[in-house]
């Protein structure tokens, strides 16, 4: 893909690639008008959607349930000072359907704080993007 100046644009299959090895991503979407970033646990279902595991109460599910949203995850090393970041950008929908909630409860992510009354938001990868940066040595 492009290369400039360090950074190296990535294709959608290496994109869902890298985001398969982390756990940890960003969403983004907006709260009372105005943009707001909240770190989740994910994980890819069937390849290429981002599932979200959160509460069924929480103002997120709320929030983004049938709108379109951001989700941002990166991996980073300081030292080397190499890294990538993977934008998917989707529509997201909670998933209802029981026979849906009950394979997710078994192979989806696990929530990192303690629930009750769980949801699982789908989000739809519509357009993926990415790039990665490799070991650009600056002077400090």
């Known amino acids: ?9 990535l294709d ?12 940890v991503g960003r969403v983004v979407y907006t709260r009372q008008a105005l943009p707001a970033v909240l ?3 994910f994980f890819l279902d069937t390849g290429s ?8 109460g929480s103002g997120l599910v709320r929030a983004i ?10 991996d980073f090393d300081a030292a080397t000072r190499s890294g990538w970041s993977v934008v998917v950008t989707g529509r997201a929908t909670g998933v209802t359907d029981p026979a849906e909630y009950e394979r997710l409860s078994r192979v989806g992510p696990r929530s990192w704080a303690i629930r009750r009354g769980e949801a699982f938001v789908r989000i739809e990868s519509e ?10 040595r600056g002077t400090d």
């Open 127 to 136: 357009m993926v993007t990415g790039r990665k940066i490799t070991g650009t």
């Open 39 to 41: 770190p989740v646990n």
């Open 49 to 56: 959607s981002v599932l979200l595991r959160t509460s069924a």
């Open 65 to 74: 349930d049938g709108v379109v949203v951001a989700f941002e995850a990166d």
């Open 1 to 9: 893909m492009f290369h400039n100046e360090g950074f190296r644009l």
């Open 12 to 23: 959608r299959q290496e994109c869902l690639r890298l985001l398969a090895k982390v756990p």
